[in-house]
């Protein structure tokens, strides 16, 4: 079955880096375009990035553009979005999401931007 593992968030300073993962199974991870989305406390979730499935066009919230980078290794199965610049309203649970026949998504890392 479909499953998607995010993991690499954590506490982070204003200006600081951080770098999620997605880790994927149970499809054929190279044939599916991916995306990243978050969800802040009290808000509805949001796209952030997404990206084709061979990886050759990405597109970006404007929230984030310039900022963040979504990129994918499809020998590694796993999907990553490097986020630098970071800035309090980035505070977060971040998904990523797959649609095959229906959406998945994983179960989101929490991503907390505060001094």
């Known amino acids: 079955q479909v499953q998607l593992v995010e993991s690499g968030g954590g506490l982070v300073q204003p200006g600081g880096s951080l770098r999620l993962s997605c880790a994927a199974s149970g499809f054929t991870f190279s044939s599916y375009a991916m995306s990243w989305y978050r969800q802040a406390p009290g808000k509805e979730r949001e796209l952030v990035a997404a990206?084709?499935?061979?990886?050759?066009?990405?597109n970006y919230a404007d929230a984030i553009k310039g900022r963040f980078t979504i990129s994918r290794d499809n020998a590694k199965n796993t999907l990553y979005l490097q986020m630098n610049s970071l800035k309090p309203e980035d505070t977060a649970v971040y998904y990523c999401?797959?649609?095959?026949?229906?959406?998945?998504w994983g179960q989101g890392t929490q991503v907390t931007v505060s001094s």
């Open positions: 999401r797959v649609v095959r026949l229906r959406v998945y």
């Open positions: 990206i084709t499935s061979v990886g050759d066009s990405t």
